[in-house]
């Protein structure tokens, strides 16, 4: 395999091989708690399990990297419960910036690349106030979060949401989206960018590129999968240059899965749904791109795919 051809490859928010060890033994930065829990626990907990969450991501990635894995998605569960009070707050806060400061300097010094991809009820599309006020909280702590790590304020590092909703008015929701972008601050506005969709009445990779990154400029993520009920006619090639055109200096990212229904041959199965291993070759068609495999195996997919594509000599982000 040419070098033009090697892949590198991520995997999302956890690593099964960790989180699945005895509760004493495990590594995860998704410690988190029921609202009741918060409710009497307070900040005290939220800080303790920060503080952990935090920790435990450095261990991560210095096992991504033992294992030749450059590309990673974090959680958004760090700070537990965080729209409900400044994480500056936390008894441990101090802690926690250094821990994540530290995480953060191992990323940059093994060329490993940090992103995320806040909830689905971030609505920048909103027509309500309360949704919109929300969501640049949520989307502002993901910021503050890139920032602690001292990640580039490039979509290098980036905060990926779905444009979702139309609210029966696609223009009017299009325009909400780039109206309310301006209410972001620089920490989230320079590394945001947006994914197509998985339904046919929401937004292609086509529709993002023209009517998104035309109007504010912001990246276009392609997801192979959510193409397939979104295209238009158009093909994954065409729709992946589109994507990859929007990216600038900065190597595009795309999301990668396959049909759980097919993988279980089972049709009662969404075909949305994500299946748990990766069977097919990711073929990105000569483009530069890092792939973000959101197979639900996780790390245990991409290392068999991997394995089974003989892609032993993987390039480093760069």
């Not at 005895?22 to 829990?37: L, S, V, Y």
């Not at 300097?105 to 609505?123: C, G, I, M």
């Amino acid at each position: 395999m040419s070098d033009s051809n090697k892949q590198v490859l991520g995997y999302a928010c956890i690593n099964m091989g960790f989180s699945e060890r005895p509760k004493k033994q495990r590594i995860t930065t998704n410690r988190t708690m029921i609202k009741r829990t918060f409710k009497d626990r307070g900040l005290a907990y939220a800080s303790e399990l920060a503080l952990q969450n935090a920790k435990d991501l450095k261990k991560i990635l210095e096992w991504n990297t033992e294992n030749d894995i450059n590309f990673f998605r974090m959680s958004s569960g760090i700070f537990s419960w965080a729209s409900e009070y400044d994480i500056k707050d936390l008894p441990d806060y101090d802690q926690i910036a250094q821990a994540l400061g530290e995480a953060g300097a191992y990323a940059r010094s093994v060329n490993q690349r940090l992103t995320t991809h806040p909830d689905h009820f971030n609505k920048l599309t909103s027509p309500h106030e309360r949704v919109i006020k929300n969501t640049v909280r949520d989307l502002e702590i993901h910021g503050e979060l890139f920032d602690l790590l001292g990640q580039p304020r490039t979509p290098w590092a980036k905060i990926n949401i779905h444009v979702g909703a139309t609210y029966g008015d696609k223009p009017m929701a299009i325009d909400n989206f780039c109206r309310n972008f301006e209410r972001l601050s620089p920490a989230v506005k320079s590394r945001l960018t947006v994914e197509n969709d998985d339904r046919a009445s929401l937004y292609s990779t086509a529709e993002l590129v023209k009517e998104i990154h035309g109007r504010i400029g912001i990246p276009v993520v392609h997801d192979f999968h959510h193409h397939l009920f979104t295209n238009r006619g158009m093909s994954q090639k065409e729709a992946l240059g589109l994507a990859c055109s929007t990216w600038g200096d900065v190597i595009p990212v795309v999301h990668y899965s396959e049909s759980r229904a097919k993988e279980h041959n089972d049709p009662k199965i969404r075909p949305q749904a994500h299946s748990d291993r990766i069977i097919n070759y990711i073929d990105t068609y000569g483009y530069n791109v890092h792939v973000m495999i959101e197979a639900k195996h996780k790390e245990i997919a991409l290392l068999e795919y991997r394995n089974k594509h003989d892609q032993t000599n993987l390039i480093k982000a760069a």
